[in-house]
């Protein structure tokens, strides 16, 4: 590229000027880089240093020195018996050097010294060059960036549209009833799931944000991630204040734009509804990438629907979640990785109408608001304790993952309550193609078709086209919301098998 080769063109003549600087001080002989040495065909025969003008050079560094410092044909050295030089031949000794004045040495170091400060300076702007130019590099290659010239911000514009279709058997069935639409007749359901718009950016020196907002319930927009915060930061890292996923639940961490399956796991949406809350966390991630962490403060009250709610809103909960990538293949550019995290919460819950101890999810289906398990409001709830694990195993085209989390009640007046679950999946790639990972994040990166999904038409009549990548996968999933310590309390009990094929068109549509 011309800045880079901008930069190495500085480099050498810096380190070329520097090195002539050296030789003169040293009292060494200087020759240009264009001119070399031709040996005298026979004994005693004058022996002549060629300049650029009368012979073609190769590999030479024109214009880097001047022409002045070519030499006239000059007479060798004289040699005693034994071949050696006892001195300079008196017949290269130029009279008029010798009656010369002297140079001051003081003088000659003082300018030494202010011309070797001047190459510092130099190379210090050079420096401040490259390091600009490799920024305007990173710029100019995200095409989805917008630079601001006067505030020296960043401002990077996302989206997302994902459209469902849902088709049902219309034999009346009461249980088909109750999982499309409750207690109306099953009806086809076709709508966008996602419709989201955002930006994101920096802002000098090391403040970062985002602003997303989900418009897919048509006139009641929402807002998701909406935040801002601080990166680079001593012992702490990355602090983001605002609304943000809180730290546990592998499938909620992972972005629904690389999830395997369209709907999240029971147990998933169960204990972690909606996934966002106010509040304030800290990311870290090790200087190898094999640890990450991240850990806050949080308020249980949702508030991402309207934006604020009026009223006893205080329940606070501190999360956190500690990740390990303890393999990772980097000949392979990371075909193949395992991983494995704990992550659990806290959470202080009023006694209140508005107490945060409510659990329920729908039927791995987003078809309507009916939830096939729900606890209700838990009565006498204080406090309760959430535990989770996972681990990831990838090789190749192949992907297993798994989650379990256990949740404890702890109530007053009541018996106290334990509600768990988990999943299993397996998916492959028939084309070839893995599962990226992002070690920094300990979460699922975006997959990339080896070969996009197109069709064209060629001139001679014939048609090319690519077919893109195909995953399959399966996955089991379970939860029980009852306990048995409580026979009056009965939230449900589910499992459910999902089956999925996966058409990606390219790295950004499926």
Same mark, same amino acid.
């Given at each position: 590229?011309?800045?880079?080769?901008?930069?190495?063109?500085?480099?050498?003549?810096?380190?070329?000027?520097?090195?002539?600087?050296?030789?003169?001080?040293?009292?060494?002989?200087?020759?240009?880089?264009?001119?070399?040495?031709?040996?005298?065909?026979?004994?005693?025969?004058?022996?002549?240093?060629?300049?650029?003008?009368?012979?073609?050079?190769?590999?030479?560094?024109?214009?880097?020195?001047?022409?002045?410092?070519?030499?006239?044909?000059?007479?060798?050295?004289?040699?005693?018996?034994?071949?050696?030089?006892?001195?300079?031949?008196?017949?290269?000794?130029?009279?008029?050097?010798?009656?010369?004045?002297?140079?001051?040495?003081?003088?000659?170091?003082?300018?030494?010294?202010?011309?070797?400060?001047?190459?510092?300076?130099?190379?210090?702007?050079?420096?401040?060059?490259?390091?600009?130019?490799?920024?305007?590099?990173?710029?100019?290659?995200?095409?989805?960036?917008?630079?601001?010239?006067?505030?020296?911000?960043?401002?990077?514009?996302?989206?997302?549209?994902?459209?469902?279709?849902?088709?049902?058997?219309?034999?009346?069935?009461?249980?088909?009833?109750?999982?499309?639409?409750?207690?109306?007749?099953?009806?086809?359901?076709?709508?966008?799931?996602?419709?989201?718009?955002?930006?994101?950016?920096?802002?000098?020196?090391?403040?970062?944000?985002?602003?997303?907002?989900?418009?897919?319930?048509?006139?009641?927009?929402?807002?998701?991630?909406?935040?801002?915060?601080?990166?680079?930061?001593?012992?702490?890292?990355?602090?983001?204040? =605002?609304? %943000?996923?809180?730290?546990?639940?592998? *499938?909620?961490?992972?972005?629904? /734009? !690389?999830? +395997? $399956?369209?709907? @999240?796991?029971?147990?998933?949406?169960?204990?972690?509804?909606?996934?966002?809350?106010? =509040?304030? %966390?800290?990311?870290?991630?090790?200087? *190898?990438?094999?640890?990450?962490? /991240? !850990?806050? +403060? $949080?308020?249980? @009250?949702?508030?991402?629907?309207?934006?604020?709610?009026?009223?006893?809103?205080?329940?606070?909960?501190?999360?956190?979640?500690?990740?390990?990538?303890?393999?990772?293949?980097?000949?392979?550019?990371?075909?193949?990785?395992?991983?494995?995290?704990?992550?659990?919460?806290?959470?202080?819950?009023?006694?209140?109408?508005?107490?945060?101890?409510?659990?329920?999810?729908?039927?791995?289906?987003?078809?309507?608001?009916?939830?096939?398990?729900?606890?209700?409001?838990?009565?006498?709830?204080?406090?309760?304790?959430?535990?989770?694990?996972?681990?990831?195993?990838?090789?190749?085209?192949?992907?297993?993952?798994?989650?379990?989390?256990?949740?404890?009640?702890?109530?007053?007046?009541?018996?106290?309550?334990?509600?768990?679950?988990?999943?299993?999946?397996?998916?492959?790639?028939?084309?070839?193609?893995?599962?990226?990972?992002?070690?920094?994040?300990?979460?699922?990166?975006?997959?990339?078709?080896?070969?996009?999904?197109?069709?064209?038409?060629?001139?001679?009549?014939?048609?090319?086209?690519?077919?893109?990548?195909?995953?399959?996968?399966?996955?089991?999933?379970?939860?029980?919301?009852?306990?048995?310590?409580?026979?009056?309390?009965?939230?449900?009990?589910?499992?459910?098998?999902?089956?999925?094929?996966?058409?990606?068109?390219?790295?950004?549509?499926?």
């Amino acid at each position: 590229m011309e800045f880079s080769s901008m930069r190495r063109g500085g480099s050498v003549a810096r380190r070329t000027l520097a090195a002539l600087v050296c030789l003169v001080a040293s009292g060494g002989t200087v020759a240009t880089a264009d001119e070399w040495w031709n040996p005298a065909d026979q004994a005693g025969s004058d022996s002549v240093l060629v300049s650029p003008e009368s012979t073609p050079s190769h590999g030479s560094f024109d214009g880097m020195l001047s022409d002045q410092y070519s030499a006239a044909p000059v007479r060798p050295i004289a040699q005693d018996q034994d071949g050696l030089s006892p001195g300079p031949d008196p017949g290269l000794v130029d009279p008029d050097l010798e009656e010369s004045e002297e140079l001051d040495d003081d003088t000659f170091e003082d300018k030494l010294n202010a011309f070797a400060e001047r190459l510092d300076s130099l190379d210090e702007g050079f420096e401040g060059l490259e390091e600009a130019l490799d920024e305007v590099d990173g710029k100019a290659s995200n095409k989805s960036l917008v630079v601001s010239g006067s505030s020296k911000s960043t401002m990077k514009i996302s989206g997302r549209v994902h459209v469902d279709a849902w088709g049902f058997d219309t034999d009346d069935d009461p249980a088909m009833n109750q999982f499309s639409a409750g207690p109306e007749d099953e009806l086809n359901r076709l709508g966008f799931r996602r419709l989201r718009f955002g930006v994101a950016g920096k802002v000098k020196d090391n403040m970062v944000y985002k602003i997303e907002m989900e418009f897919a319930n048509g006139n009641d927009s929402e807002f998701r991630d909406a935040y801002l915060g601080w990166s680079d930061l001593p012992f702490l890292q990355k602090v983001l204040v =605002g609304n %943000q996923k809180r730290p546990y639940g592998l *499938d909620h961490l992972n972005s629904s /734009r !690389y999830n +395997v $399956f369209i709907e @999240r796991p029971y147990v998933i949406e169960a204990f972690n509804e909606d996934a966002r809350r106010l =509040g304030v %966390q800290s990311y870290g991630v090790s200087d *190898d990438e094999a640890w990450n962490w /991240r !850990y806050g +403060v $949080f308020n249980q @009250r949702n508030v991402q629907d309207e934006g604020n709610y009026t009223g006893d809103h205080l329940q606070l909960q501190v999360a956190g979640r500690l990740a390990n990538t303890i393999w990772y293949d980097e000949t392979s550019n990371g075909r193949g990785y395992a991983h494995w995290a704990i992550s659990g919460t806290h959470a202080d819950v009023s006694t209140e109408d508005n107490a945060e101890s409510r659990f329920r999810t729908r039927p791995e289906a987003r078809t309507s608001g009916t939830r096939w398990l729900d606890t209700g409001q838990i009565d006498g709830t204080d406090y309760y304790n959430l535990l989770g694990l996972e681990g990831v195993v990838n090789l190749g085209s192949l992907q297993i993952v798994g989650e379990y989390q256990s949740n404890w009640i702890d109530r007053d007046g009541f018996e106290d309550l334990r509600l768990d679950g988990g999943y299993v999946y397996a998916s492959y790639f028939l084309t070839g193609e893995h599962m990226p990972w992002s070690r920094s994040s300990g979460t699922l990166g975006r997959p990339v078709p080896l070969e996009n999904f197109w069709l064209v038409d060629r001139c001679n009549g014939c048609r090319s086209a690519g077919w893109g990548a195909w995953q399959l996968a399966a996955r089991y999933s379970v939860a029980d919301f009852s306990d048995g310590a409580d026979p009056e309390f009965y939230g449900g009990e589910g499992q459910a098998f999902t089956a999925a094929m996966n058409w990606y068109w390219n790295a950004y549509a499926r």
